[in-house]
C-alpha cells in the first residue's frame, strides 16, 4: 500500500496543516537559536574556550540524528512503531490510497512570476541579516560595548563602558 505521491505531506492532513505547523515549525527554529546564544556564552568561558561550543552543539545535532534515525518514517506505510488504526487514518486524511496523479508543472508561470523574485528576495535578505547578526553579535559586545558574555549570561547586570574620548563638551 505503499503510495509516493503525497510527496512531502506523508503526515499531514489539510486540517493539520491549517494548524499551522510550518509556523510551529519555523517558531522552534528560533527559540533553538535563542536558547544557543547564552549557553555558547557559558561554553566559551569554560577552559576549552569556544572550541566547546561547536561540540556540544555537534553532539546534540548528532543525538537527534540518532533519534529520528530509529523514530522516523518516510511514509506511514514504511513507519515501525503506528498502528493500523492511526495509520489508516492519516492516509484516509491525505487521499492517499489511489493512484498518483501526474501533473505538469508550469515552469513559464513560475519563472515570470514577480512576486515569487520578491519573495526570494525577502526571504535571502533575512537570513543573511539573521546569520550575520548572530555571527557578528557576540564580537559587537565584547569589544564594542565591552560586555562580557559570560555576564550576560549569568544575569549579572550589565554596564557598557561609554568612551567618552572624543565627545566635546
Request: with cysteine; proline share 4%.
Amino acid at each position: 500500500m505503499k503510495n509516493d505521491n503525497v510527496s512531502n505531506n506523508f503526515y499531514l492532513s489539510i486540517a493539520d496543516k491549517s494548524f499551522g505547523f510550518r509556523h510551529l515549525q519555523m517558531a522552534c527554529a528560533q527559540v533553538g537559536t535563542i536558547i544557543a546564544m547564552p549557553v555558547s556564552g557559558v561554553l566559551a568561558e569554560t577552559s576549552i574556550g569556544w572550541k566547546l561550543i561547536f561540540y556540544a552543539m555537534s553532539g546534540l545535532l548528532f543525538f537527534n540524528a540518532i533519534i529520528w534515525y530509529f523514530f522516523a518514517a518516510s511514509s506511514p506505510a514504511d513507519h515501525r512503531m503506528i498502528y493500523k488504526e492511526e495509520r489508516q487514518y492519516i492516509e484516509d486524511a491525505l487521499n492517499s490510497s489511489g493512484s498518483p496523479k501526474v501533473m505538469r508543472i508550469p515552469w513559464r508561470h513560475i519563472l515570470t512570476s514577480v512576486p515569487l523574485y520578491g519573495i526570494m528576495a525577502a526571504h535571502i535578505g533575512t537570513a543573511i541579516s539573521f546569520v550575520l547578526f548572530f555571527v557578528d553579535m557576540p564580537t559587537y559586545l565584547e569589544k564594542g560595548l565591552k560586555i562580557s558574555l559570560k555576564s550576560v549570561t549569568s544575569n549579572e547586570k550589565v554596564h557598557p563602558t561609554i568612551e567618552t574620548d572624543n565627545v566635546q563638551n
